[in-house]
Every structure is written in structure tokens, then in C-alpha cells.
T-cell receptor, first 111, second 116 residues
Framework: GENVEQHPSTLSVQEGDSAVIKCTYSDSASNYFPWYKQELGKRPQLIIDIRSNVGEKKDQRIAVTLNKTAKHFSLHITETQPEDSAVYFCAVLTNDYKLSFGAGTTVTVRA | GAGVSQSPSNKVTEKGKDVELRCDPISGHTALYWYRQSLGQGLEFLIYFQGNSAPDKSGLPSDRFSAERTGGSVSTLTIQRTQQEDSAVYLC??????????????FGEGSRLTVL
């Protein structure tokens, strides 16, 4: 099955700075790479995703980059704000339409 | 429905009892997942249903856990002879598997299970 590794496991940043989370995967046939944000006590929610036909996608302060050759993708959050504090999960979809998640990154934005 | 619906939202049970957790996915979603999340931990995959294919049960932690999905829609996760280590939030999620939106997973609010 798909093996998704996510780093770092925890990340503390000063408000206004950038945060970067990286994920690697093993199955070269994987074709969909979403990121989920889970606030304390809430369900995970999709914040951004990318499919394998593009290398980068942006949505306001968040962006995702994909390197299919190296089999890794990253989440970038710029100008971080306190409400960005949450657990972030990357995920990878394989040809059997099964989504595999990384272990999560706890992001803390210091005021 | 408008979203993934799970019930009960909270369940407190005694050790050794059986529990059933229900998930009603978004209408038309052919993929359905169950995850377990302990406090402060990640998403532990339990089981995956995709259309009429045999379910992927590789994440079920023991034979006390089982799940079924009837008519390609509602799913029930059953835990027999519950143990204290089964205490967690059980999340259900569903998605399309065709039409360009494959893989976009929508989660329910979860069922919080407490085993005394």
C-alpha cells in the first residue's frame, strides 16, 4: 500500500512568518494530493488540493507544490495568523481511489 | 443529505458491551472510510468501502471490530466486547470516485466513544 511520510510532526512559528510542511509518498501512480486542517475538537476539513497534472496551486495565503519526480509535495502558509494553529494532514490518492494520510503536523502560531 | 452524518455523537458504554456506530454518507459518494482518532493523535485507518468491491479491512485492529455497508450507502461499525483502549473518536468520511472530484473526502462530526 501507499506509504505517506509527513514532516515535521510539530511546528511553532511566529505570527506573520511562513510555515512549510512536507510529505513524501511511495506510489508513483498516485494522482491526487489534498491537505486537511483539523482544529481542536473539530473534524478534518479540506483546505487545498492538487492533482498530478499541475506543479503548484495557490489559494490566498496557502499554496501546495508538487514534485512528481521526487514524489514529494509541500504545504506553504504565508503570513501566519493565530487561527492557522491546528493539526494539518497531507494525503495521497492511489489508483484504487483509496486515500492514505500522513501522521499530521501540529502547527502553533505564536502571537 | 448535505453532509456526512454520524450517530451517536457521543456514546458511553461499559467494558465488555457491544456498540454500533452509524455513518450516513453524502448521497452518491461511492467511497466510504472509517478512521479512529485518539486524543491528540492522527487518523488511524480502519476500513474502506469502494462501490461493490470487497472492502479493505486491513486497518481493523482486532476481530472485535467489523463494519458493513448496506446498499452502497449507510455504514455501520460494530465493536464487540469493548475495551477501555477502544475509547476514541470514530470518524466516517466519504468521497466520489469519478467525475473529476475523486478523492475529495468529506468527514462527519465523529462519534466519541468512551468505554468505562
Amino acid at each position: 500500500g501507499e506509504n505517506v511520510e509527513q514532516h515535521p510532526s510539530t511546528l511553532s512559528v511566529q505570527e506573520g512568518d511562513s510555515a512549510v510542511i512536507k510529505c513524501t509518498y511511495s506510489d508513483s501512480a498516485s494522482n491526487y494530493f489534498p491537505w486537511y486542517k483539523q482544529e481542536l475538537g473539530k473534524r478534518p476539513q479540506l483546505i487545498i488540493d492538487i492533482r498530478s497534472n499541475v506543479g503548484e496551486k495557490k489559494d490566498q495565503r496557502i499554496a501546495v507544490t508538487l514534485n512528481k519526480t521526487a514524489k514529494h509535495f509541500s504545504l506553504h502558509i504565508t503570513e501566519t495568523q493565530p487561527e492557522d494553529s491546528a493539526v494539518y494532514f497531507c494525503a495521497v490518492l492511489t489508483n484504487d481511489y483509496k486515500l492514505s494520510f500522513g501522521a499530521g503536523t501540529t502547527v502553533t502560531v505564536r502571537a | 443529505g448535505a453532509g456526512v452524518s454520524q450517530s451517536p455523537s457521543n456514546k458511553v458504554t461499559e467494558k465488555g458491551k457491544d456498540v454500533e456506530l452509524r455513518c450516513d454518507p453524502i448521497s452518491g459518494h461511492t467511497a466510504l472510510y472509517w478512521y479512529r482518532q485518539s486524543l491528540g493523535q492522527g487518523l488511524e485507518f480502519l476500513i474502506y468501502f469502494q462501490g461493490n468491491s470487497a472492502p479493505d479491512k486491513s486497518g481493523l485492529p482486532s476481530d472485535r471490530f467489523s463494519a458493513e455497508r448496506t446498499g452502497g450507502s449507510v455504514s455501520t461499525l460494530t465493536i464487540q466486547r469493548t475495551q477501555q483502549e477502544d475509547s476514541a473518536v470514530y470518524l466516517c468520511a466519504s468521497s466520489w470516485t469519478s467525475g473529476g472530484a475523486e478523492g475529495e473526502l468529506f468527514f462527519g462530526e465523529g462519534s466519541r466513544l468512551t468505554v468505562l
